[in-house]
């Protein structure tokens, strides 16, 4: 009898709760300050930008918070989503490695993103709220977001990062198509994105600078909150449904993993696959390694420091400790737009300050390598942000060909890449660079540190 390849589950086994790590870890992370008095941040403060029950949430210590029927509806959509056995690529690879791949890409804006979009709009819808502002990279958090205000009736502003407007238009579109309204940031139609725009007409812009867009915008406006697709914890917390699923997908097949490995631009997507088996491996049940990948054009878990930093670049955000490369950083334009973020998670950065996770760093021509490989074996195209996790675990998996080690390698395969189309046009062309970080760049914007 040959073993299953796509390991499903029923429609009923969409997780009832998602899991929230904070009281099981050995210390407690430094709390978010408010950036004028210095002292940790109070859930009113966050009021003007937040409805209460995600305030909530990101403050909560209870270990699981109830998934709401409505959210469970939406999620009905997608969920649960398939865990896959990567057996042609692990053949290709020679390799006697087992290889899962958890796949978000059949969501219906085609990442991991909804996972969050869609409960951020309902509570928001529930509070009151008419209006919702963002910034999006790559174009797939303003997708996502955009779907999920269709689902609750509210309107949705999105800055995007002129970067990713240029190169990816068709994103652009589907915000519209879901019924968004898309500026390139930074825009003219902010105090913050003008700024910009007065010292560096040409700017390509950064998520920082989107964020600062998009929080002015909302704090602008009495109907309107904004919403963060990624480094938050009430974020980390609503995309653990991906790991709770692929636990019982592992069980099913009686495998643990081994190493899991997931691509890091805030940390959500990695976070939410690994959280889970975190908390495996603290009650003793498995022990596997966690490995998250980040682009070398944007290393802040490889080359940030660990320190208090403002989420955006122009200030406004409570400060947040966290691995940063300095809020004023403007990485170089790689076509993985989801991972070009300054900081990274405060949650995911403490877990790692705690020796806890593994990180590492991939430039971005090796990742088109893996990309264009998976796709060949394996028929899947993944975004170039998922192509991270991938170089990784094919150099995992041919490691494990030279030492004839089997190892369960399970991976996160957050998004499909057919909005990046032309981006895999030019590596396929030898056309794609890949960017040196010069040290001096990561110094000046460190510089800039609030000094905390
Ligand atoms: C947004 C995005 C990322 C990066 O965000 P995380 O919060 O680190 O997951 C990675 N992959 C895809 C497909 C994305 O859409």
């Known amino acids: 009898m040959s073993e299953p390849t796509r390991i499903l589950l029923d429609e009923s086994r969409i997780p009832r709760n998602w899991y929230n790590i904070l009281p099981d870890l050995p210390a407690p992370p430094p709390p978010p300050l408010h950036p004028a008095t210095l002292e940790p941040v109070a859930p009113?403060?966050?009021?003007?930008?937040?409805?209460?029950?995600?305030?909530?949430?990101?403050m909560s210590e209870d270990r699981f918070?109830?998934?709401?029927?409505?959210?469970?509806?939406?999620?009905?959509?997608?969920?649960?989503?398939?865990?896959?056995r990567a057996r042609r690529l692990e053949k290709s690879l020679g390799t006697p490695a087992r290889i899962y791949y958890k796949y978000e890409g059949g969501s219906p804006s085609g990442s991991h993103k909804p996972n969050t979009a869609v409960p951020q709009a309902y509570y928001n819808a529930r509070e009151g709220v008419r209006r919702l502002t963002t910034e999006t990279g790559a174009g797939q958090w303003g997708s996502a977001l955009a779907f999920a205000c269709a689902q609750y009736g509210l309107a949705c502003e999105i800055w995007m990062v002129r970067a990713s407007y240029d190169q990816k238009p068709y994103r652009r579109s589907l915000m519209k198509v879901y019924g968004a309204t898309v500026h390139a940031s930074p825009s003219a139609v902010t105090t913050s994105?003008?700024?910009?725009?007065?010292?560096?007409?040409?700017?390509?812009?950064?998520?920082?600078?989107a964020i600062s867009e998009?929080?002015?915008?909302?704090?602008?406006?009495?109907?309107?909150?904004?919403?963060?697709?990624s480094v938050l914890n009430h974020v980390l917390l609503h995309q653990t449904v991906i790991g709770e699923e692929a636990l019982e997908q592992l069980a099913l097949l009686g495998e643990t993993p081994d190493v899991v490995v997931g691509c890091t631009g805030g940390g959500s997507n990695f976070a939410g696959l690994a959280f889970p088996f975190l908390r495996e491996r603290l009650a003793g049940r498995m022990d596997p390694v966690l490995r998250a990948v980040e682009?070398?054009?944007?290393?802040?878990?490889?080359r940030g420091t660990y320190a208090y930093d403002f989420g955006d670049t122009a200030g406004f955000t409570p400060l947040m400790k966290m691995h940063t490369l300095g809020h004023r950083f403007v990485p170089d334009p790689i076509h993985a737009g989801g991972l070009r973020y300054h900081g990274m998670s405060p949650l995911l950065s403490h877990i790692h300050e705690l020796g806890m996770i593994e990180a590492e760093a991939v430039s971005q021509s090796a990742c088109f390598e893996a990309g264009v490989r998976f796709a060949r074996t394996e028929g899947i195209l993944p975004a170039p942000e998922p192509s991270h996790a991938l170089a990784v675990t094919i150099a995992e998996a041919q490691r494990c060909a030279e030492s004839g080690e089997e190892k369960v390698i399970v991976t996160a395969l957050c998004g499909h890449g057919h909005f990046d189309l032309p981006a895999y046009e030019r590596h396929l062309a030898g056309r794609l660079e890949d960017f040196a970080l010069p040290q001096e760049r990561i110094d000046s914007a460190l510089a800039d540190l609030p000094g905390v």
């Open 295 to 302: 682009p070398a054009a944007c290393p802040s878990f490889t």
């Open 44 to 58: 009113d403060d966050l009021a003007a930008l937040f409805p209460m029950e995600l305030i909530a949430q990101e």
């Open 193 to 209: 994105g003008c700024r910009i725009l007065t010292d560096d007409p040409g700017c390509s812009g950064s998520l920082g600078i």
């Open 65 to 84: 918070v109830p998934v709401p029927e409505s959210v469970l509806d939406v999620y009905r959509l997608w969920r649960p989503t398939p865990l896959i």
């Open 214 to 229: 998009a929080v002015e915008a909302a704090g602008a406006a009495d109907d309107t909150r904004y919403a963060l697709g």
